[in-house]
């Protein structure tokens, strides 16, 4: 069996990679590389000349290749190779009409459990979004930030630190309130906050016991994120930025996190993500798997969550029942009781649809990042 051709599709918002065999027999996978698309398309057809006539199903090896080709990195790069990988899963799988996971050892589970994204432009939105996800049987909410969700066009105001810590505490037990302990807080943070305010907040917030406080400050310090983690007492997660092995291997040596957020379309697929849970499972960590993507995302994720043994709870974004999510792909995954069904068909266990590219034509994201009040650039 040979590769014939490797191709993308942008639908929407996302970018997905579909590579073709001599057999007949294709795969597919996207992207996690966000607001830099196009940069990831132009780096698959730069691997796609190297791909073109070789085995498809050398994947650790066709991984090497491309990764150490040219010896630079970045989403853009990471993205194009990890939907590569995917789609090279993928083949595998329906090669030997089994499931990825099959191939990766085995289940070790048979539905992952999910937090549903919470949203809000106030508080009230904020707990209402809670309540609303409790009711349709989550067991678990994230994406869930105490400073509200505002455009990112707004500017945000000074404020003072006690202001900023207080009220954000304030949310977070309303956010509890609203649930009771029946329903877990993943807290996200958005990185949002310096390193003392990070620590502030998360000692105030201990009594609501959040399942994690992701990202409190921003990741590309592992120091700055150790600081944090050795002076609250609530598990920090993070990790959907990085790119590499070695990063996360820096990231966990220094024990700055107790959940790991590796992005299966960003981190370099499902070749690298195994690796990277197996560094997290030597060290005590949980694997919370990254995914505000498409679910295309969601099936390689859920790939993933069966096969690991520290599998911890899976992100799951909003509108995967809905259009345009649940018209790219023929069929979604099964959502039951808060978790996800882990499929049984062969390869990721889903396939797109191709009519969706031209219902939803590519829509680039907003460049546009927020500033505060006196000009600074601020994350969000």
């Known amino acids: 069996m040979k590769i014939t051709d490797v191709s993308t599709r942008l639908i929407d918002q996302y970018m997905f990679v579909q590579v073709d065999t001599d057999e007949g027999i294709s795969g597919v996978g996207e992207s996690g590389a966000w607001a830099f698309l196009e940069a990831s398309e132009a780096v698959v057809e730069t691997f796609k000349r190297y791909l073109i006539g070789q085995n498809p199903l050398l994947i650790e090896h066709h991984w ?160 700055d994120m150790e600081k944090v983690a050795d002076r609250i007492h609530i598990p920090v997660a993070t990790g959907e930025r990085l790119h590499t092995l070695e990063e996360f291997g820096m990231l966990l040596s220094r024990n700055a996190c107790q959940y790991i957020r590796p992005d299966v379309c960003l981190c370099g697929g499902i070749t690298q993500a195994k690796k990277i849970a197996a560094l997290a499972e030597a060290r005590g960590v949980m694997v919370v798997p990254h995914n505000p993507l498409s679910p295309v995302s969601t099936a390689a994720c859920i790939q993933l969550a069966a096969s690991i043994p520290n599998f911890a709870i899976q992100e799951y974004p909003l509108g995967e029942d809905s259009a345009p999510k649940n018209e790219i792909v023929k069929s979604t995954l099964t959502l039951k009781d808060g978790c996800l069904t882990v499929p049984e068909g062969p390869g990721i266990g889903i396939e797109l649809n191709e009519s969706a590219m031209n219902k939803y034509p590519y829509k680039p994201r907003l460049y546009v990042t927020k500033l505060r009040e006196d000009g600074a650039v601020a994350d969000q």
């Open 64 to 223: 090497q290749y491309m990764y150490r080709c040219y010896h630079f990195r970045g989403a853009a790069i990471m993205g194009a190779l990890s939907a590569i990988d995917i789609a090279l899963w993928d083949i595998k799988g329906k090669y030997y009409g089994v499931p990825c996971y099959e191939l990766l050892g085995g289940k070790v589970r048979h539905k992952a459990r999910v937090y549903y994204h919470v949203f809000g432009s106030t508080g009230e939105e904020l707990i209402r979004g809670c309540r609303d996800a409790k009711a349709r049987g989550f067991t678990a909410v994230g994406h869930l930030t105490p400073f509200v969700d505002s455009d990112r066009r707004e500017i945000m105001p000074l404020e003072s630190f006690a202001a900023k810590i207080s009220t954000a505490s304030e949310r977070v037990y309303q956010y509890r309130e609203a649930v009771g302990n029946e329903v877990d807080l993943c807290i996200e943070i958005h990185r949002q906050l310096n390193v003392p305010e990070a620590i502030a907040l998360g000692r105030e917030i201990e009594q609501a016991r959040p399942m994690f406080f992701e990202d409190p400050v921003r990741p590309d310090n592992f120091d």
